[in-house]
């Protein structure tokens, strides 16, 4: 081999000293010992500590050839030379590890290593031959010591970590199995959450539009702070208060608000979490559930989706869920048995009350039925002062318009209407919601996203008599709803949007208002048809036309507004647990669902009659409108009807359906 291909070390004798305690101790009886000594501990190290440390250990049993190799500039070649040229004074063999420890005279106190070849016999011989000459003036002391095995040494440590891969693995699969049969053994237990003094953050204060709801639970809570006011005229505690509204009504806000004032444990659990897919489970979790807040008592228990556990029992094709009937059975005779559960109030949440079963809301389990509806505006006014507490607005912005611009919201929608403004706000970089903002929130939340804009052409022009038509039709029948805006920027899946907003709150509507809206809602296709003619009328008014229909029918099958008398031949009603119009039965015979059709057709050709004609009467108000419509894009509400009432006086013809 040539010398240039042999490899550089070095090593500084106070390193060696300082390494070689280390490198002892770390001998491979010195590994069996450290093991013995970890298995006798009384707290055994993780897992990945003592990986890491043996690995540890491993390169630093292999380093210091590595690292010294570096950092010694001396080779086989120059050692040669250097005993010929009378330099070393001492050279140590170690053939276990093939290395040779050289002293020289400028620097008797840092050995040198070197390392060497498989076989060394031109170095002995050189030396012996340095020795044996007399012209040499430094003799060479030659000393052979076998050392510790580096290599074995790692290999043992690696070796040791692939055990300790092996045992962890089984250690794991271990614990997993014994988790396994713990949860086998908690399968029944209730899952429901536990507060001894729930902190929700909620109160009576922070709910607002549902004040009657708020008085009928806060005598519960009453009850529970002070039952001897109600104990002493006789009166008892309700068992179960159950909370029915369309979803977004705040069912859900009202139970944390009672958890919140009522200061008493609580419990919370959604009805989807009773039932599984084996059989007596979710009877199991209710009797742990009541046992729980029996041991509680006074408590309370909310329930959230009850029809997930409380749907009719026997009902479907094929029987019912025998899981889900074994728990609603449970329940029942838990809320009112043969024991009786003192001290526990269930309070449960729905929005499908039709599906419940009615041997869970007779009196005795469910006391009190509370509906939960849509707010007014004087609930949403309060809804909105609710939620504006954290929002910055600006001066001119009026909660009270915003509550009369939003019938029909929700306590859900309103929250998310003023989140959708402040996020607008972000985005624009202002410092306060404006009423740009919320107005365009309003948009967003009613008809979906912002489009782009449509370019000039046909098309345009085709969608904005279309909407001209729906605006004008409904501003000049005296009982429609006032127009809000009409707008051609899209939304969602619509090209261009009319928005008509009621001035008061309509419990009842009436038949001209019914017809009103049907009137206004074939304008478009009315003004399509005179303006471009039969050939050019568009699938735009596909979903004026469903409502159309469906309108005229509810007036002649549910409402009695025709010559068919005041009868009602349809319902609302149907199998919940068949798909609703699956197998509908007729409640009248073929005659009468003939008529039915006539009428219905008779209804909407004769709104249809009544909205081409005040579009030929104000045929050149309409251009005008739409130009204005064209370039503007949008024209507010406020503005339309000035322009209309400046250009002519509406008639208010009353519409009638012709006999």
């Given amino acids: 081999m040539n010398n240039s291909s042999l490899r550089k070390v070095s090593l500084d004798r106070d390193s060696e000293e300082n390494s070689s305690p280390k490198l002892a101790d770390r001998s491979p009886g010195s590994h069996r010992s450290a093991k013995s000594h970890s298995r006798s501990a009384s707290k055994p190290r993780k897992f990945w500590q003592i990986a890491s440390a043996i690995l540890l250990q491993g390169l630093l049993l292999g380093g210091p050839a590595l690292a010294t190799g570096e950092q010694n500039p001396l080779t086989y070649g120059q050692l040669l030379r250097n005993i010929r040229g009378n330099q070393v004074t001492k050279v140590e063999i170690d053939p276990v590890n093939k290395i040779a420890k050289v002293t020289t005279k400028d620097k008797p106190n840092a050995p040198q290593e070197v390392i060497l070849l498989d076989q060394n016999p031109e170095l002995i011989k ?88 708020k ?30 509204g369309s979803p977004g009504t705040g069912k859900t806000l009202l139970a944390k608000a009672i958890s919140g004032e009522a200061g008493v444990p609580f419990f919370s659990i959604s009805g989807s979490e009773f039932v599984e897919m084996f059989v007596g489970v979710g009877a199991s979790r209710v009797r742990d559930l009541f046992k729980k807040a029996k041991e509680n008592a006074p408590c309370l228990i909310f329930i959230d989706e009850i029809d997930a556990v409380g749907r009719q029992r026997g009902a479907g ?37 039709d599906v419940l079963d009615s041997a869970l809301l007779r009196p005795g389990r469910f006391d009190r039925q509370i509906m939960v509806d849509v ?40 929250a998310n209407l003023l989140n959708e403004a402040a996020i607008l706000t972000a985005r624009r970089r202002k410092e306060a919601i404006g009423m740009l903002e919320i107005n365009d929130a309003v948009d967003r939340v009613v008809a979906g996203m912002e489009g782009t804009p449509l370019v000039d052409g046909k098309s345009k022009r085709l969608i904005a008599y279309h909407e001209i038509g729906h605006a004008l039709v409904g501003t000049l029948i005296p009982a429609h709803d006032p127009v809000q805006k009409v707008t051609l920027i899209p939304r969602g899946q619509a090209q261009g949007l009319t928005w008509f907003t009621p001035d008061e709150e309509q419990g009842l509507v009436s038949r ?148």
């Fill in 215 to 244: 008085e009928e639970l806060q005598e519960v809570v009453t009850f529970l702070k002070q039952p001897e006011k109600f104990t002493a005229v006789g009166a008892r505690i309700p068992k179960g208060v159950l909370l029915v």
């Fill in 317 to 353: 094709i094929g029987g019912g869920n025998d899981e889900r009937e074994q728990t609603l059975n449970q329940l029942l005779t838990e809320m009112d048995g043969f024991e009786g559960n003192t001290g526990i109030i269930i309070i449960a949440a729905t929005n499908r009350p």
């Fill in 512 to 659: 001209g208002q019914l017809l009103a809206r049907i009137s206004g809602l074939l304008g478009g296709r009315a003004a399509e048809e005179i303006i471009f003619g039969d050939a050019e009328i568009t699938t735009g008014a596909g979903n004026d036309l469903e409502k159309v229909t469906y309108l005229a029918r509810m007036m002649v099958t549910r409402f009695g507004m025709s010559d068919l008398g005041p009868v009602s031949l349809e319902s609302d009603s149907g199998e919940v647990f068949l798909g609703r119009d699956w197998q509908a039965r007729s409640e009248y015979s073929e005659e009468i669902a003939s008529r039915i059709d006539d009428r219905v057709r008779s209804i909407v050709q004769h709104c249809y009659d009544i909205a081409r004609e005040l579009i030929q009467e104000h045929r050149d108000l309409v251009d005008t409108l739409v130009e204005l419509l064209l370039e503007k894009e949008t024209i507010e509400g406020d503005l339309f009807r000035q322009l209309v009432t400046e250009s002519t006086q509406p008639a208010g013809k009353q519409l009638a359906v012709s006999k």
């Fill in 126 to 213: 050189t030396i012996n031959d340095h020795n044996r000459d007399p012209k040499s003036t430094q003799k060479v002391e030659l000393q052979v010591e076998a050392g510790a095995d580096r290599r074995a040494a790692l290999g043992l440590a690696i070796n040791l970590l692939l055990v300790f891969l092996l045992l962890a693995g089984l250690v794991a699969l271990l614990r997993r199995s014994t988790n396994a049969s713990g949860q086998a053994l908690n399968f029944g237990k209730s899952r429901a959450r536990f507060q001894m003094q729930a902190s929700t953050g909620i109160k009576f204060e922070d709910v607002a539009g549902i004040e009657e709801a």
């Fill in 375 to 414: 707010p007014d505006i004087k609930g949403r006014l309060g809804i909105l002062e609710v939620h504006a507490r954290n929002k910055k607005l600006e001066p001119e912005v009026s909660l009270e318009a915003i509550a009369r611009r939003t019938p029909g919201f929700t306590g859900a929608d309103l």
